[in-house]
């Protein structure tokens, strides 16, 4: 069993971009990576983003909307100029929407695929542009189980996360000769403000979620950090391409 003093330092010397960082997952991972001492930028919407940087010494932010193609430039040029380099992206910023297929409007489609699978696309690709100048790096991108399932009550949520495999196994193919790696993490129901959509009564959402998953409750965003770290660490160096659950058995049936 690997003890918290084997993991300082671990990743030091390596530099990261996570976006969606200022809550829920990307917030983990930022402390997640810290802790093994990697540089982070880290990127949301949110302007809360900026209070990372006084939890954790030497952690910087950026505050721009993922789905930006100036965004997507700008995180990536900030992290070489900041940091001088760029090992590991996490393309983590999502949103969800939670509507029967009839409800569904264009702009909810339109709304989903940007923020999910164009902002993805776009950061794993001004990314890959400088790994592949730099000898390699690391791409993790933070799916859902919804890339492998269907979910009902939300069509756009799942194309965007189902595009999000696809776009992993093409970074894949090409990132190979150049060292780059990159894989989807792909998560049950975690606790998160994500769910705040459903959040009527706490406990029985989080009952009812929690059912839904063999392993009987919900991820906690901490659990998902640790598999998204491994992923992007080099302790995960013979895996790419890969969709990764980490769903509680979810999608084992
Ligand atoms: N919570 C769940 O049950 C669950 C399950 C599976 C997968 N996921 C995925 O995990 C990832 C993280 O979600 P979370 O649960 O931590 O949710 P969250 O809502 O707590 O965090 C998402 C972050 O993304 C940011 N974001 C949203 N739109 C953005 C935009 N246009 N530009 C920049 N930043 C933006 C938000 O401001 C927020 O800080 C998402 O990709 C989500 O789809 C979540």
Known sequence: MTSDIDVVGELAGKVALVTGAARGVGAATVAWLHA?????????????????????????????????????????????????????????????????????????????????????????????????????????????????VGLADAAAYSASKGALAQLTKVLALEGGPYGIRANVVAPGVIETDMLDNFRADSREYLRSFGDAHPIGRVAQPEEIAEVIGFLASPRSSFITGAVVAADGGYTAA
């Open 36 to 148: 093994r001492g990697a540089r982070v930028l880290a990127t949301d919407l949110r302007p809360e983003v900026d209070d990372l940087t006084a939890r954790f010494a030497g952690v910087s932010t950026l505050v721009g909307d993922v789905s930006g193609e100036d965004t997507a430039a700008r995180s990536v040029a900030a992290a070489v100029d900041r940091f001088g380099r760029l090992d590991i992206l996490v393309g983590n910023a999502g949103r969800s929407v939670n509507k029967p297929i009839t409800e569904t409007t264009a702009a909810d489609w339109d709304e989903l695929m940007s923020i999910n699978a164009r902002g993805a696309f776009l950061h794993a690709r001004e990314a890959f542009r400088v790994m592949r100048e730099h000898g390699g790096g690391v791409i993790v991108t933070v799916g859902s189980f919804a890339c492998t």
